[in-house]
């Protein structure tokens, strides 16, 4: 067979070309198909309105593994990170919170609101970064099968078990609280402004189905901590040229690896051979074939669209089933005449540079999450606003802007009508509710693209809209992530692998999950 | 030479517990108890001439079976009724749900409302049995300690660990998936009767500032089914109500020697360099012992008991943080005959009514329940767990009469709007409402009705925060992490002073087996001790 590849990766995402860069510096012969015209996955930039650059999806990156922009050399293939600096959240009473990351400015800032947070927050930030180092090495690992009674299993439980016995008791009870509390009640007790609590917590549920008030948000308050640009801890960034940058970089340092990288090439099904997966058949009908079938895209696509589940075993069929996906967020795009005027600080300023956090308050936060429990779109939604053209005027024309809002909640399963019919009133919502902060925004929009959870799944191939390729909530994390004893990036179809979100450790543009994938599939097929 | 070898503070089920313990391991034991009758929160009062009723908790968690025995507790006046049914389950406009004792009854119950549930509850059944019965030895274990685990501690988690294997892999991993999980998610993968998923989550939520759709929730049926090898709310009751359970408690404890004082304040446990050393009545009396035990609830034990200079002032912290919020209140009513419930064909009541009567027949309906707690106000429409002692225990009603205890979820001990007891009345009157909609007849029968809030059961009853299982059991204050982690073993950070009520492992419910793990520490130290 002439068009025979060692691997073929699923998906042109983010961590499918992680995860074929690396298989592909290996020495291994790579092919990488994308079924859209463009690369990137969740982590792109389009041109959907002449001149203006929109990272339609993903939008900050924070996450992204050191270690993967180190080895992939990631700056020598055009990544280049700005740094983001700061979150504004306005306030229902006029006035605002403004953090940033010089520590002293921050803490001045918080003193007008609290003498007391302000002290605390010395001592937050310092417990936190303690965990997030905690934390870190669990990223790149493997998970474990506790109940399997291999050595090297039961020898990483016990790694882990040590880790946590060794910390200073201390950071265990902050540790366990952060695995199991809600964010609001793990801030409760350092904190006591509201707003303060509220833009905090708001990290701990974004693309989950779970309210700032519900236990197990506490954790992903970590996730602050542990991004990283070149080593630097909680520093958010943007990549020049939109997300999309990044995954074009990646691609870059696939290809000069030797990695061929196909994309308008959707997959219709994944070749069988008694129980094994040889190849994929294209959409065209094309056949390739390979020795290992490498897919980022999420379970279901993978198994119950290209697999089949006639070719299951059962208990597998009913875990991907029970796994959750249910996205709750959406995405509005702008494109601006201008900048926004704030009426608690108006005027342009640096305020407008970092991001701008619609969450005024923790029960406005939590009455989001109430209507979207009944199966609505939140009358007043949570918002995660950035202005990238302030940091990189390339992705707009001098003078207009783009803006990037991430919208929570807005729940896949409407209980009344569907998104196709609420689409643009949703999107009104949204403009609604960024009016009563700053009026002036209906005026300068040039441009509106609105992607609900619907649009995500049809264009992005992301199953129920969610963002993670799954929920990220403690019973899909770890080696519960996709399905109980299938977390090591292997399927029990053998020769096909899983490397996308929707393994450990999952979501953002880490890059983790291709990366330990790929580390699985050369261990494997040595 | 102190007058006593262990004061106990508070004569609940836990305290009476860990009392009966120690005398019979020769300890010289005073119990000092606040209130006038012992029981603290399993207690039997007349709400009514002629009318008595379990005033607080109204179904034993189940009590502990082993405990019964080694106590004697039977030829102690203890008699455990258990009628057919667990849970009915009404609901306004389906036909109620019974989940009985017996497997068959339930299912073909079940078949009217689903095919599909009824197929899936014996396997729902059986797999919580058997996690139950692999959980069942956590809750007479003392938590492990995590900092420097003994070596029978370790040989104690050794063997959990192979009993966690000998789950297999489906079990083992139900039970790490659901320990973490939402309540609702968990049901929704098993069931598809609305009613019959509530009912099931009822026992998720009970008594916890939560609702379904919040996560952890799964965890409370775990620890049912540990209990009693079945996650749905169990129905075995005490006759002459729980106050007889903590009366059959009281009277095995003097047989062993324990000397109990009513009406005895403590005020507050005097500590010097040596540790606990005395305990100070509200009447300026002063009692000595060798060791103290308090079945207060955390908060109380370290923020009042104790004069915090003698606490680390991180462990202090970490008191005020341990949640203990409550949501629960009680409703007694004093009735002139039995409710009939619509859709219930059942006139004498013994057989559907007479186990647990369940109002909250969809996850919506609970989740909405707690919101508005989440908001500081208490549900317009709430979780109602009620129960009619009467019909299998006549003597509690003069004849024909009847008692109904009515526990209510949700009651936010702060509210927003008012005060309690401005607010009290009405407050009763939309639970009656309620009620009413279920039993068209239900407020003409009324004769009188006993209401207790959240601030009651702080202030009569002791309970912090008016949380009736001592503080939260979530994940984060649950078995090595109760009350706080570090301090799970039933010893505090003042030598000579420990804990034994349901805010430590494993928590909750009328079930002493709490009491009975302090007992089990305090003698070992006791024995330590002597050897020096």
């Known amino acids: 067979m002439t068009n025979k590849y060692d691997v073929i990766v699923i998906g042109g995402g983010h961590n499918g070309l992680v995860n074929a860069a690396y298989l592909a510096r290996a020495g291994k012969r790579v092919l990488v198909l994308e079924r859209r015209h463009v690369l990137g996955g969740a982590a792109v930039t389009e041109e959907v309105f002449p001149g203006f650059k929109y990272s339609v999806c993903s939008y900050v990156v924070s996450l992204l593994r050191p270690e993967i922009i180190r080895e992939l050399d990631l700056p020598r293939h055009g990544l280049e990170i700005l740094p983001l600096d700061g979150t504004f959240t306005p306030m229902l009473n006029g006035d605002y919170l403004w953090r940033v990351n010089d520590h002293a400015q921050t803490r001045r800032e918080i003193a007008r609101h609290s003498k007391l947070d302000a002290e605390a927050y010395d001592e937050y930030g310092k417990a936190m970064l303690e965990m997030a180092h905690f934390v870190k090495p669990i990223m790149s690992m493997t998970p474990p099968d506790p109940t399997s009674l291999n050595p090297k299993g039961l020898k990483d439980l016990l790694f882990l078990g040590k880790r946590f016995q060794k910390l200073p008791e201390e950071d265990k009870y902050n540790q366990v609280q952060l695995m199991t509390m809600s964010a609001v009640d793990f801030l409760d007790q350092w904190f006591e402004t509201d707003v303060l609590k509220a833009t905090m917590s708001a990290s701990g549920i974004i693309g989950t189905f779970l309210g700032v008030r519900s236990p197990g948000t506490a954790y992903v308050l970590l996730h602050h901590y542990m991004g990283e640009i070149d080593g630097a801890f909680r520093s958010w960034g943007l990549s020049r040229g939109g997300t999309g940058a990044i995954s074009n970089a990646i691609a870059d340092a696939a290809r000069e690896a030797g990695a061929e990288i196909r994309t308008e090439a959707a997959i219709e099904k994944i070749i069988l051979k008694n129980g094994q997966a040889k190849g994929v058949v294209l959409k065209s009908g094309d056949e390739i074939y390979a020795n290992v079938v490498s897919s980022s895209v999420d379970p279901r696509l993978t198994f119950m669209k290209m697999v089949g589940e006639e070719h299951l075993p059962d208990g597998f069929a009913e875990d991907l089933k029970r796994y959750k996906y249910r996205g709750s967020s959406g995405k509005v795009n702008l494109a601006l005449d201008g900048l926004p005027d704030l009426k608690c600080r108006p005027g342009p300023g640096p305020h407008l540079r970092g991001a701008i956090s619609i969450s005024p308050g923790v029960e406005y936060m939590e009455r989001a999450y109430d209507d979207a429990k009944y199966g609505r779109y939140s009358r007043r939604p949570y918002i995660d606003i950035v202005i990238p053209s302030l940091t990189d005027p390339s992705v707009a024309p001098a003078g207009k802007h783009v803006m990037s809002c991430f919208v929570q909640y807005a729940p896949y399963n409407l209980k009344e009508g569907t998104w196709d019919e609420k689409r643009e009133e949703f999107g009104d919502t949204v403009i609604d509710t960024i009016a009563e902060h700053a009026p002036n925004i209906r005026e300068l929009i040039l441009h509106r693209q609105v992607l609900t959870p619907l649009d995500l799944e049809r264009e992005f191939g992301l199953s129920e809209g969610n963002i993670f390729q799954g929920e990220l909530t403690l019973e899909q994390l770890f080696f519960l992530r996709p399905a109980p004893g299938w977390a090591q990036y292997r399927t029990p179809i053998r020769n096909l692998y899983m490397c996308g979100s929707a393994t450990h450790p999952g979501g953002g543009i880490m890059g983790a999950s291709g990366r330990n994938a790929a580390m699985q599939i050369l261990k494997d097929k040595k | ?532």
Not at chain 2, 1 to 28: E, Q, S
Not at chain 2, 78 to 88: A, C, D, E, N, Q
Not at chain 2, 494 to 518: D, E, F, Q
Request: with cysteine; glycine share 10%; charged share 20%.
């Open chain 2, 1 to 532: 030479m102190p007058n006593y070898d262990v004061i106990i503070i508070g004569a609940g089920h836990n305290g009476l517990v860990t009392a009966c313990y120690l005398a019979k391991a020769g300890l010289k034991t005073l119990v000092l108890e606040r209130r006038e009758i012992v029981g603290g929160a399993a207690i039997t009062e007349e709400i009514h001439p002629g009318f008595r009723c379990s005033t607080l908790a109204h179904s034993a968690a189940p009590f502990f079976a082993p405990i019964v025995k080694d106590l004697q507790l039977t030829r102690h006046g203890l008699k455990i009724m258990t009628p057919p049914v667990r849970v009915l389950a009404l609901s306004p406009e389906r036909p109620a749900i019974g989940i009985y004792h017996d497997t068959a009854r339930t299912i073909s119950e079940l078949e009217a409302v689903s095919s599909r549930d009824a197929n899936n509850y014996p396997e729902f059944e059986r797999s919580f049995a058997r996690i139950g019965k692999m959980l069942a030895p956590l809750l007479a274990t003392t938590p492990p300690a995590i900092e420097h685990p003994s070596a029978g501690e370790l040989w104690n988690l050794s063997k959990l660990g192979r009993s966690f294997r000998g789950l297999g892999k489906k079990d083992a991993y139900r039970l790490l998936r659901w320990g973490p999980m939402a309540v609702a998610d968990l049901v929704a993968e098993w069931f598809e009767s609305e009613t019959l998923r509530a009912i099931v989550a009822a026992r998720g939520i009970f008594g916890a500032f939560a609702g379904p759709w919040s996560a952890g929730t799964s965890a409370g049926l775990l620890w049912q089914a540990a209990m009693d090898g079945h996650a749905i709310g169990a129905s075995s009751f005490v006759r002459g109500g729980m106050g007889a359970l903590t009366g059959a408690l009281a009277n095995a404890a003097r047989d062993a020697g324990v000397e109990i004082r009513t009406g005895s304040d403590a005020a507050k446990i005097d500590i010097n360099d040596e540790g606990a050393a005395k305990v100070s009545l509200k009447t300026g009396e002063e009692i000595s012992a060798r060791v103290f035990v308090s079945n207060a609830d955390p908060r109380t034990t370290f923020l009042k008991l104790v004069d915090p200079v003698w606490l680390d002032p991180s462990f202090v912290l970490k008191v005020r943080n341990y949640r203990a919020t409550g949501v629960s209140a009680k409703i007694n009513l004093a009735l002139s005959g039995l409710p009939s419930f619509t859709g219930v064909e059942d006139k004498n009541g013994a057989g559907k009514l007479s186990g647990r009567i369940q109002i909250g027949p969809d996850i919506d309906y609970l989740e909405r329940a707690f919101d508005a707690a989440k908001y500081g106000d208490y549900s317009p429409r709430p979780y109602l767990d009620i129960t009619i002692p009467s019909l299998l225990d006549p003597d509690l009603a003069p004849a024909g009469a009847h008692v109904m205890s009515v526990y209510v979820q949700y009651a936010p001990y702060k509210l927003k709007d008012g005060d309690w007891n401005s607010r009290r009345e009405e407050f009763a009157d939309s639970v009656v409402d309620v009620i009413n909609n279920y039993a068209p007849n239900f407020k003409e029968l009324i004769i009188a009705r006993q209401v207790i809030t959240p601030p009651d059961l702080e202030q009569t009853y002791g309970m912090s925060g008016g949380h009736i299982h001592h503080g939260e059991q979530s994940l984060d204050q649950s078995f090595t992490f109760r009350p706080l982690i570090g301090w799970a073993q039933y010893r505090t950070p003042i030598k000579g002073l420990y804990l034994c009520g349901a805010g430590t492992h494993p928590g909750g419910g009328v079930s002493g087996r709490p009491g009975a793990n302090a007992a089990r520490e305090i003698i070992k130290d006791f024995k330590k001790r002597d050897r020096k």
